[in-house]
């Protein structure tokens, strides 16, 4: 069984940058499609981006597009997200997910039901 701990959240002023990071154990990543979402109060957990298991295709939420990158190591079983030009709507708990199909297709998934697997979530906070 995999467990995903995310980390790196924390209050930032409007247009500083963070990086999470979702480090893996009890089982690589490795042939798994991953995801960050993220849920602010009273909203939806909606995807902000994922990375297919060959790390060559990626997804970004238009609202992020351009501002964060996703990136994964399979040898550190972690799951990066940098965040840079962050704005306050970007305020809400992140978190990683993977997707519990090993080797599927290209194609990504963004619906939180796509995916089985979630870390704990990670407070990120911008101050405007």
């Known amino acids: 069984q995999v467990q995903l701990v995310e980390s790196g959240g924390g209050l930032v002023q409007a247009g500083g940058s963070l990086r999470l990071s979702c480090a893996a154990s009890?089982?690589?990543?490795?042939?798994?499609?991953l995801g960050w979402f993220r849920q602010a109060p009273g909203k939806e957990r909606g995807v902000v981006a994922a990375?297919?298991?060959?790390?060559?295709?990626?997804y970004y939420a238009d609202s992020v597009k351009g501002r964060f990158t996703i990136s994964r190591d399979n040898v550190k079983n972690t799951v990066y997200l940098q965040m840079n030009s962050l704005k306050s709507e970007d305020t809400a708990v992140y978190y990683c997910?993977?997707?519990?199909?090993?080797?599927?297709?290209?194609?990504?998934?963004?619906?939180?039901?796509?995916?089985?697997?979630w870390g704990q979530g990670t407070q990120v906070t911008v101050s405007s």
């Open positions: 997910a993977r997707h519990p199909a090993l080797y599927s297709g290209s194609a990504l998934y963004t619906s939180p039901d796509d995916y089985d697997t």
């Open positions: 990375v297919s298991w060959t790390g060559r295709t990626t």
């Open positions: 009890g089982r690589s990543i490795a042939g798994y499609h």
